[in-house]
């Protein structure tokens, strides 16, 4: 009996499964340039098991000095994306300091598609009363193309004292058009007010991320800002 026509067809399914299973990693694990950062619209992605990273981001939305400093450290443990961050935010000639976590779990749901859930805690320690809130975050992302894709999030903050809560979320797309480049756009609702944010994505070295965005109100009290962020991954 000739057996090598139902070797090759074996052959054939073995390379459609590998392949398969590579477009499904792909779309969780966290690629060369990816969402999230300062950006408001989160990707449904992961950091690789085993490997760090460290942010930053300093945003203005005026002449005067420097609105708010971001700094966060965040690792994959398992299943989960853990981080750790600080906000100071400085207004009418204040500032208050807010600490924050955020856990953050993604699984692929097709080749093309991931989604995920982000719970986001934070205390405002300087505040008197002290406040606190909680983030709760519906992530999906879709792959369009390999340098194309897009990114939605819908979720609500629950803020205390008072008990206030207000939905949050919207839509972003990504374009990689150049190796190490990236531009975005996204529309979204946060904070009582919606907005349009465009920026640009250069990745200088291996595991060294540079963005810059503006973001325009559209409605809302909140204010026009322009960004410029630093991220480092490592293992």
């Not at 203005?60 to 994959?76: D, E, F, M, V, W």
């Not at 903050?157 to 374009?175: F, M, N």
């Not at 975005?184 to 070295?205: I, K």
Request: charged share 20%.
């Amino acid at each position: 009996m000739n057996t090598r026509p139902m070797n090759r067809y074996l052959l054939r399914i073995a390379r459609l499964l590998r392949a398969a299973s590579a477009l499904a990693v792909a779309s969780v694990a966290l690629p060369a340039l990816a969402a999230g950062g300062h950006h408001a619209i989160d990707d449904a992605a992961l950091l690789e098991p085993g490997r760090c990273k460290l942010e930053s981001w300093a945003s203005r939305s005026g002449p005067g000095p420097l609105g708010l400093l971001h700094g966060a450290a965040g690792c994959r443990l398992g299943p989960i994306e853990w981080s750790l961050g600080a906000d100071q935010v400085r207004e009418d000639g204040t500032r208050q300091r807010t600490v924050g976590a955020q856990l953050k779990w993604a699984t692929a749901l097709t080749p093309w598609l991931s989604g995920g859930i982000a719970v986001a805690p934070a205390w405002t320690p300087t505040a008197r009363p002290r406040e606190r809130s909680v983030v709760v975050n519906g992530l999906l992302t879709g792959t369009w193309t390999e340098d194309l894709r897009w990114h939605a999030n819908l979720g609500r903050t629950q803020a205390d004292p008072g008990g206030a809560s207000a939905w949050r979320g919207g839509l972003s797309v990504d374009w990689a058009f150049r190796p190490d480049w990236q531009v975005m756009t996204e529309r979204y609702r946060e904070d009582g007010s919606d907005f349009l944010r465009s920026g640009l994505r250069w990745q200088p070295a291996q595991g060294w991320t540079l963005d810059a965005s503006h973001a325009w109100r559209l409605r809302g009290e909140g204010k026009t800002a322009s960004t410029l962020g630093l991220t480092f991954e490592f293992e």
